[in-house]
């Protein structure tokens, strides 16, 4: 085969990758992320809005990829006491936690591509939060119209102090687990 035919073909081929690979928004209206703070002698949970977000997926691939989290939608579901709840929404705006003034959002950006088989795949990239970025891998199904993970993330990589023992010595029941829980439902618009 002469130079001319297989350059021919070698684009030809990048063409066809290029056409087979495509880009899906997050539909941010079904899409559910559900935290979970957990402390001695009990926990809370609510929910947090993802702003926005896209996937690049070709085949059995995600190529890319980038979630923003809106740090100010972040709420409360098991205080029914709204002057608690409402205490606690402000405590985790806060710069004690998320300084949601100054990191008004939080992002995960996909830093390889993954493969999936038989629906499942290992998904790395990087997360930032308050500003401080850290590598994170974690496992990923898909399921129906988007994706489906679990998340633990250690705050006090990101500087999330408050209660933390990582920080704190003598805090005695007042501690407050460093790993956080993020249960996510992602979904793809068409």
């Known amino acids: 085969m002469n130079k001319l035919k297989f350059f021919s073909l070698l684009f030809l081929a990048s063409t066809i990758t290029v056409s087979a690979q ?11 992320v ?3 703070g957990n402390k001695i002698g009990g926990s809370h949970n609510g929910l947090i809005k993802i702003k926005s977000g896209y996937f690049e ?3 059995d691939f995600i190529t890319s990829g980038s979630v923003e989290i809106d740090m100010n939608s972040i709420s409360n579901l098991d205080l029914k006491d709204a002057t608690y709840n ?3 929404i402000s405590h985790l705006k806060s710069e004690d936690f998320f ?21 499942k795949a290992t998904l790395s990239g990087v997360i930032t ?7 994170i891998t974690f ?4 399921s129906g119209e988007g994706y489906s993970t679990q998340l633990k993330v250690d705050r006090s990589k990101f500087d999330v102090r408050y209660g933390s023992k990582s920080f ?12 956080f829980i993020l249960d996510i439902q992602i979904v793809l618009k068409d």
């Open 139 to 142: 496992d990923i199904a898909q």
């Open 22 to 32: 495509k880009k899906y928004e997050i539909n941010t209206e079904k899409s559910v």
């Open 34 to 36: 559900k935290w979970t």
């Open 129 to 135: 939060i308050k500003g401080k970025s850290e590598n």
């Open 57 to 59: 997926v070709k085949k």
């Open 86 to 88: 409402k205490q606690l």
């Open 168 to 179: 704190f010595d003598n805090l005695g029941d007042k501690v407050i687990d460093d790993i």
């Open 99 to 119: 300084g949601v003034d100054k990191y008004p959002t939080a992002t995960f950006k996909v830093n390889k591509p993954i493969k999936f088989a038989n629906g």
